[in-house]
Structures are given as C-alpha cells and as structure tokens.
C-alpha cells in the first residue's frame, strides 16, 4: 500500500496518512500547527504569565486564519441583523450563509478545483467571492445608490454612507429608530436575496436580467410585503411596523419607494 503523502495548503501540512501502518500517535496537522505557534510564542515572551484565554485566542487565530478565509462575520450585532423580525426565512437563511461565508461562489468552487472562480456576469472578469457577489461587482453598483437614497430619506440625514460591512452584514447601520432599522434591514436583505437569484440564473440557465429589472422587482417584492401586512395588522401595529416607509390614503396604503 502506498504511503501517505503531506500536503502544504497556505503553509500548513495536512497529512493524507496510510492504513499501511498505525499512525494513531502522529499529531494532526492542526495540532501540529498549534505546538509550532506555541513554540514561537514561547521564544518572544514569558506565556507562562498569560492565561489560558489569551493562549487560546492567539493560537486559534493563527491557525484559522492560515486555512480559512477571512470573509465571514459573528458577534451579537451579526445575529441580530439576521433574526430581525422583519425577516422571512429565506431572507434570515441567506443572512446566515453570507455571514459564514456559506454562499457557493465561483471562488469557492476554485477553491474545490471546480471552475475558474471568476464572476459568471458579462464583462466581469474578477474572482467571485462573497464581497464580490453583493458589493464589489460592478452590476451591484446600482442596487446600492437606490439603497442610499432611500436610508437618507427614511432617516432624514445624509451622513451616513452604505458601507461593504453593512451590506454584507448589517454591521454599522445608521443611527435612527427601530421601525426604520426594521424596514432597512428587510429592504438590503430583498437586494440581496434578488441578486443571488439572479446570479443563480446566470449559472445554471445561462439568462440574466439587466440590474434596473432586478431593481424593479426588489421595489415590488417590498410593496408586495407591505400590502401584505396591511389588512391583518391592527393600524396602530402596522403604523410602528412600516409607518416610516408608507402613507395611507382613502384606507389605501401607499408604499412610498
């Protein structure tokens, strides 16, 4: 039988171990990884006065981030975008694909040996990574200047400016109340959510549609919820939900987008 072989990804060994022989005893490459870390760290300094969480966190970020990207977020802020009451189930999964950086982009299949990682969009020839799909491409440009003039709008101040954290994961959001952050949140996550989609139909359809089509169709799928909303909802709770974005007339309501 053939022998295992090591193999160095991002300057850690993972170890592709034999059955030809026991092998238990042979540290992980991980673990590996950690006693070299441990060991360098010990050469710099005294770690016997640091304690076990301050080790521990400097090890594990070491070690992470020599074979994972960095494109991924956590922390409370993170999950309450994500479990925002405003949300449907598909918006909060897509939230916390994007957030693990869960979403299969072409970077991603690269990554797997699967393609060439470059954005499936006409005319785009970077590599198609998270941040690319819902805000460094070019196409998305659009999306985000409406979403801007919308947040001026709503919070009657135009010193805030979208940002690549708060588009991917709602982190430093505008200061203004909680039906406005509310109505921001579901609108950015239908920005997404269309352009995932819509992605998506480019890959395996091979049909994309112009970004000002797509725009047209997040503004519906925002009016469609809100329409939704008015004839169930008592006024008072339909008025903390959505009062910001919306004027009712002749008992209609009027989505003002």
Known sequence: MVRGTELVRRGVVYQDLSNSEPHSWRPTGAY???????RIMSTVGDVSQSSARDLYRAVFDELVGQVQSNHFASGPEVWRVVHSRSLDYRRRDLLWRIAHDAIVTNLKRLRWRLGDGICPRT???????????????????????WFQVLTDRLTLCNTWAVSQDYALYGLSPPQCNTSVQDILTFVSASIKLALWRDRCNIVFRGVGRPADVILAS????VKLRVESDFVPLPRSAFGRRWGPLVSVRADRVVVNL
């Open 123 to 145: 005319r785009c020839t970077k590599w198609e990574s998270v941040s690319h799909v819902f805000w460094q491409c070019d196409y998305v440009a659009l999306f985000w200047e």
């Open 32 to 38: 590996s990884q950690m006693r070299e870390t441990l």
């Open 218 to 221: 997040v503004r519906a799928e």
